[in-house]
């Protein structure tokens, strides 16, 4: 894997002659020097030998580290981000003293949840400060439900897409910021229902930059039809910019791209891919986007030798592929998630087909990264299987969901599929390729364009068993606002349209058992057909999901009344627990081995793994016993220097994700020799290990390995010790 990120930068460089000049373009927000959340000293402070600073910023961002010291010439401080991917392409920076009352700024931006000041003996740091940076939009958009999860996921995936936007759309802002196409899709999809209209220059940057046939031309499909060029089109009605980009899309698909190329890239994921299936699928929807480009732009022309190409797939797709129960051709053995998603995306598996591709692949196969997992939810949707959807993405989710970390991760469970088994530390943990903005907003609560520039839209919720959404979308016409609820004899939808809009609004008929009428601000004007009789109200129809209406700008309320059935497969995330943290900037922690370190990735970066980086406040740094994999008899303890009351202890290594403790036991003492029976054993858990216990007063506290795991080490990233409140 390591390899193949050297040559991503190196082939990136080479065939990206715009980023430059985007680059020239960029407008980038100064947000201003900004205090720390947290410091692992308190501050001024010095110490007799050199020591270290680690400071925790709210949320992943751009940020430059910024100092006030007071200390002798010559003396060299350093400093960068807790992230130690920003290593493969920004050094940690120095900086020699020259002695006296100094400030200092860090010279690049990095990009983390904190940063790390290493100080020499004898320098007094005054205070420490960061300057974030980045692109310069907003977050206008937003979507809220009843199931916390999901709100978590959206905030998430938000937070991932901007920190991937500055002079271009990068794969992620650490280990290489390359421009890929197919990471460049779902950014681009994002920016219109989470940032304002200053987020657009990136999208049509990314829409007319020049196609380069070498790099990836699977991620050139992936984005040059509904995903990518007719997304960006449906959403701004930019007809110059489609235009400019008719021809060279037409010859790539005509002339450029060759089925079977080696180098045809589509997913991460494991390596169960039906490249064979999924390339058919996505070129059969790139001529029907191209169709209505030629259309849109004067090329009518050249409709007759497209729809010919379209018919020849639609011809021969069912018998090359379709094999009774499931897609699949001659390159796998096992059905492919997602080749059965594609083709029910493409419109290539008729409804006949569906039950079966849903009972037989999409239920039981999980082979799509968290890239392609978008296009598997999108289709289990447009089946009418939105419930399996959303319990699809909480699943594979399950560990980002829960964590310290603020963005979402370039691979699922931090588990490196493509072609080993097993934890990859050098994976990006804020990737831009993570869909749940879109997913949330467009699919979910349904908001999505019918006409380029939102001149037509619908509202057609799939929420499943959630019932609450509240949705605002940004549009280029003025924000649209969907607020649903639900109860057991309601279904309200109420709408805010912008001027100049004409608004689609389905009332979702699988939603209730019965229906028995629907009124429109507090008028029926339907039951079992369609009344009228509402100004600004008109009958669309129904078909198998929906009872459509149209209604012109304004603000709306719909209620259906009838019969809904009202439960959730999953338990709602319970509310945040009311419990004290205790500080323990003075604690200190040691262990069965040695302070050490490890070689990071294949870039061979060394990473202090210190027992002390388990308790400095920051989930990027932590211990790690690197000597050999976990074994009976290890341990991990912690000084708080003074008898504290605590009745739990949170272990986290999501960093290290699989290097949980296979077994443990927790024991305290007073004087850290004497040790008693086990307050605690257990077993740990992905990620987060929450160990709970009666309520103890001690000094100190020892957790120690009782299994033993062949293939996984033991790390600690953070350490936190709580205290319950009593109750009465």
């Known amino acids: 894997m390591k390899k193949h990120i050297a040559s991503f930068i190196v082939l990136f460089a080479a065939l990206s002659p715009t980023s430059a000049a985007l680059a020239e373009q960029a407008a980038i927000k100064d947000y201003g020097l900004k205090e720390y959340v947290r410091v692992s000293r308190d501050l001024p402070h010095r110490e007799n030998v050199p020591w270290k600073l680690v400071c925790t910023i709210p949320y992943n961002c751009h940020f430059q580290p910024w100092i006030e010291f007071e200390g002798l010439t010559g003396k060299v401080l350093s400093f960068n981000s807790t992230n130690p991917l920003v290593l493969y392409l920004t050094p940690t920076e120095s900086y020699t003293t020259i002695g006296g009352d100094e400030i200092h700024e860090a010279k690049n931006w990095v990009s983390g949840e904190g940063a790390f000041y290493s100080i020499p003996a004898g320098v007094t740091v005054k205070s420490v400060k960061y300057r974030e940076t980045g692109y310069d939009t907003t977050l206008a958009g937003s979507f809220t439900c009843n199931d916390n999860d999901y709100n978590v996921l959206w905030q998430k995936a938000a937070r991932t897409c901007y920190l991937c936007m500055r002079d271009h759309f990068y794969d992620c802002p650490d280990r290489e910021r390359v421009g890929f196409w197919g990471d460049g899709t779902p950014e681009l999809n994002q920016c219109f229902y989470a940032f304002d209209s200053k987020s657009h220059r990136l999208c049509r940057d990314l829409v007319l930059r020049k196609l380069e046939p070498k790099f990836y031309p699977g991620q050139h499909l992936e984005f040059l039809g509904e995903y990518g060029i007719w997304f960006y089109y449906l959403q701004t009605g930019d007809l110059e910019t489609l ?61 007759a030798v497209i729809d010919a190409k379209l018919k020849g797939i639609q011809n021969t797709f069912d018998s090359k592929y379709w094999k009774g129960n499931c897609y699949m051709s001659k390159q796998v053995s096992t059905p492919d998630d997602r080749a059965n998603a594609m083709a029910v995306d493409a419109g290539l598996a008729d409804r006949s087909k569906w039950e079966a591709i849903h009972e037989n692949v999409l239920t039981k196969k999980t082979y799509s990264s968290c890239f392609f997992d978008r296009w598997v939810l999108e289709a289990l949707c447009t089946m009418g299987k939105q419930e399996y959807a959303l319990l699809r993405m909480v699943n594979r989710y399950k560990t980002m969901i829960p964590c310290s970390f603020t963005t979402l991760w370039e691979h699922y469970d931090r588990w490196w599929a493509s072609r080993i088994d097993a934890f990859d530390d050098a994976s990006s943990l804020n990737h831009g390729w993570n869909p749940p903005v879109l997913i949330l907003s467009q699919t979910i609560a349904g908001v999505s364009p019918e006409t380029p520039g939102w001149a037509t ?49 389905g009332m979702p008929k699988g ?98 793994v210190s027992a002390a980086n388990a308790i400095d406040g920051d989930h990027w740094t932590g211990w790690r016993d690197m000597t050999k994999t976990q074994y009976p008899g290890q341990w991990f303890q912690v000084d708080m220097k003074q008898a504290q009351t605590f009745d739990k202890i949170v272990l986290d290594n999501t960093w290290a994700l699989w290097d949980s403790p296979n077994k443990y036991s927790v024991s305290i003492s007073q004087d850290g020799t004497n040790w008693g029976s086990p307050v605690a054993t257990g077993s740990g858990q992905l990620g987060i290990t929450t160990i709970t216990f009666p309520r103890q007063t001690a000094r100190y506290f020892r957790i120690t390995q009782t299994g033993s795991d062949a293939k996984y080490h033991w790390s600690i990233y953070e350490i936190d010790v709580y205290c319950q409140p009593t109750k009465g």
């Open 457 to 505: 839209y619908h509202v057609l919720p799939k929420e499943a068993f959630l019932t609450a959404i509240k949705v605002v979308v940004p549009t280029i016409r003025g924000k649209i606002i969907v607020d649903m609820k639900k109860t057991a004899t309601e279904y309200a939808l109420s709408l805010v349209s912008p001027l100049s809009t004409k608004a689609i609004v």
């Open 243 to 303: 235009r400019a980009v008719y021809d060279p899309t037409k010859e790539f698909l005509m002339e450029t791209y060759k089925f079977g190329n080696p180098r045809t890239w589509y997913d991460w994921g494991k390596e169960v891919k039906d490249i064979a299936v999924i390339e058919e699928c996505f070129y059969y929807i790139d001529l029907k986007t191209l169709r209505k480009m030629a259309l849109a732009t004067g090329h009518e022309a050249d409709i």
């Open 511 to 608: 939603s209730f058992t019965k229906l028995n009428s629907i009124e429109v601000n507090g008028a029926v004007i339907w039951k079992g057909e369609f009344r009228g009789g509402v100004n600004g109200v008109s009958w669309l129809g129904e078909d198998a999901d929906y009872i459509k209406f149209q209604v012109e700008p304004g603000t709306w309320k719909f209620v259906g009344q009838g019969v809904l059935p009202i439960g959730s497969p999953r338990p709602l995330p319970p509310p945040p627990a009311n419990e004290a943290k205790l500080e323990k900037k003075s604690w200190t922690a040691s262990a069965s081995v040695a302070d050490g370190s490890f070689l990071f990735s294949g870039a061979k970066i060394p990473v202090d």
